[in-house]
């Protein structure tokens, strides 16, 4: 069964260009993932450290796959103190 991730990532004050630059970095090689079928990044228009994650994936073991990828250990090292909150939800569609 598919799944549906939202992240939502809050950078710390003054780590804003950082963070979205890292986050950048995952789109094209997440987007090349086994599994993956969106991975859209978007920012708040009027607050530029609030950024999310709209993401659609085959099924929960290749996200999880995706979640364990080296690439995504690069970016929670870069980010490392500069990322505020974290919120990430699990959905299931249903209509």
Known sequence: M???ILAQITAEPGKEDLVRAELEK???ITRA???C???DLHVDTETPGFFVFYENWESRELW???M???HLAAYMAATEGA???FV???MSKIG
């Open 26 to 28: 995952l789109v094209p």
């Open 88 to 90: 990430l939800h699990e």
């Open 83 to 85: 990322v505020a909150q």
């Open 2 to 4: 598919a799944l549906t």
């Open 37 to 39: 079928i969106q991975y």
């Open 68 to 70: 364990n990828a080296p």
């Open 64 to 66: 999880q796959t995706h």
């Open 33 to 35: 993932e086994d599994g």
